[in-house]
């Protein structure tokens, strides 16, 4: 059974840094791109960072490039959202989710539950 | 980056009802786009991708169509637990965007 756990979030005030993680089970997980996608609260959904399966290519949406950094470690089946420079709109549940590729179309398979950053002083 | 438009953002509906929810995107994305379903408090499901492909064990009453710029989801019969959030996101391009969502109601 595929299995995305998130991890690491919190309060945390404004200009600090959290990292979150994702625990990946049930797959292999060097075999697959990964997503962070978040929500703010009762806002949609927007997508955060993408990850090739060995780290080599990363993509960020613009609002958190230069401050966010997706990353990945295969040997622990993990994958990583490193925040820093954390502004009030950052506040939002953050999901790791799983890219599912068939032929040359893709979609996100597989999400975790959640893990909730709160921005605030 | 790639706008995409829903419409409505939300709709009142009965059960048994055929409803209909529409993405546009701004520019052509091929058949590079998903639909998801979201409960609240829940995170999305995935139900179809490239377009119109329906996601293994989604069931047979959501369909999609649509290529290019227009796209749509389709409920042929509404039931109780597909009261929920929809959304579109295109996956044509980095960055890839959601639209805003469609919310289904009870009538």
């Known amino acids: 059974e595929v299995q995305l756990v998130e991890s690491g979030g919190g309060l945390v005030q404004p200009g600090g840094s959290l990292r979150l993680s994702c625990a990946a089970s049930g797959f292999t997980f060097s075999s697959y791109w990964m997503s962070w996608v978040r929500q703010a609260p009762g806002k949609g959904l927007e997508w955060v960072a993408n990850i090739k399966q060995d780290g080599s290519e990363k993509y960020h949406v613009d609002s958190v490039k230069g401050r966010f950094t997706i990353s990945r470690d295969n040997a622990k089946n993990s994958l990583y959202l490193q925040m820093d420079s954390l502004r009030a709109e950052d506040t939002a549940v953050y999901y790791c989710a799983r890219v599912m590729i068939v032929a040359t179309t893709t979609g996100l398979d597989y999400w975790g539950q959640g893990t909730l950053v709160t921005v605030s002083s | ?107």
Do not use: H
């Open chain 2, 1 to 107: 980056a790639i706008q995409m438009t829903q419409s409505p953002s939300s709709l009142s509906a009965s059960v048994g009802d055929r409803v209909t929810v529409t993405c546009r995107a701004s520019q052509g994305i091929r058949n590079d786009l998903g639909w998801y379903q979201q409960k609240p408090g829940k995170a999305p499901k995935f139900l179809i991708y490239a377009a119109s492909s329906l996601q293994s064990g989604v069931p047979s009453r959501f369909s999609g169509s649509g290529s290019g710029t227009d796209f749509t989801l389709t409920i042929s019969s509404l039931q109780p637990e597909d009261f929920a959030t929809y959304y579109c996101l295109q996956d044509y391009n980095s960055p890839w965007t959601f639209g805003q969502g469609t919310k289904v109601e009870i009538k």
